[in-house]
């Protein structure tokens, strides 16, 4: 069965203190992982895909890196906008019509 | 261009009775997938229609049942609703029958009571 873990499960961090969140997968074959972030009340929004070991995104002070077993979403000088849950999930190559999601990591940051 | 939009936006039922989630598609895309979100936990896969055909189901009892109309929206339904199926209920629209890159509506709160 394939499985995602997501660790902290909560963060809290002072503007401009970088740090990481961890994805942690289990998956019969990945076809990709994604990043989402999520607001109190709302859909979660499209971050990231990442489709293979060694692949790296960037989009303003994130950066998603992934290897055959984890993905990292780094998080640098971030702002107090910042701050939501983020989720990470995989699609499988048996079953590729679904996302299967780990937990979130709620991320705070205090000004 | 008009998001991914959902109806109702919350919604209180009681024990046994049945809803009706309804959910509309970004303009062009044909694929829809329902999940469901159980507070302080990641979204769990429900469905995904494409091209107004089932392509997947999750682990899910027959109460939930949705379908795709010829415009590409979507209902989901659920019968004999249990406390348990308090969530927020959300609906993601893509461009092909995989969900590349999906975006997802504000979702449904459903409470039961």
């Known amino acids: 069965e394939d499985q995602v873990t997501q660790s902290p499960e909560a963060l809290r961090l002072q503007e401009g203190e970088s740090s990481s969140l961890n994805c942690s997968y289990t998956?019969?074959?990945?076809?990709?992982l994604f990043w989402y972030r999520q607001d109190p009340g709302k859909g979660p929004e499209f971050l990231f895909t990442?489709?293979?070991a060694g692949e790296e995104k960037e989009k303003e002070r994130l950066k998603a890196t992934l290897t055959k077993k984890e993905s990292f979403l780094h998080i640098t000088a971030p702002k107090p906008e910042d701050s939501a849950t983020y989720l990470c999930?995989?699609?499988?190559?048996?079953?590729?019509?679904?996302?299967?999601f780990g937990q979130g990591t709620r991320l705070t940051i205090n000004p | 261009d008009a998001g991914v939009t959902q109806s109702p936006t919350h919604l209180i039922k009681t024990r046994g009775q049945h809803v009706t989630l309804r959910c509309s598609p970004i303009?062009?895309?044909?694929?829809v997938s329902w999940y469901q979100q159980v507070l302080g936990q990641g979204p769990q896969f429900i469905f995904q229609?494409?091209?107004?055909?089932?392509?997947g189901r999750g682990n899910f009892p027959d109460r939930f049942s949705a379908r795709q109309f010829p415009n590409y929206s979507s209902e989901l339904n659920v019968n004999a609703l249990l406390l348990g199926d308090s969530a927020l209920y959300l609906c993601?629209?893509?461009?092909?029958?995989?969900?590349?890159?999906?975006?997802f509506g504000p979702g449904t709160r459903l409470t039961v009571t």
């Open positions: 303009s062009g895309h044909k694929s």
């Open positions: 999930a995989v699609q499988a190559v048996q079953g590729a019509q679904k996302l299967v």
């Open positions: 998956v019969s074959g990945l076809r990709g």
């Open positions: 990442l489709y293979s």
């Open positions: 993601a629209s893509s461009l092909g029958g995989e969900p590349t890159r999906q975006y």
């Open positions: 229609y494409y091209e107004k055909e089932e392509r």
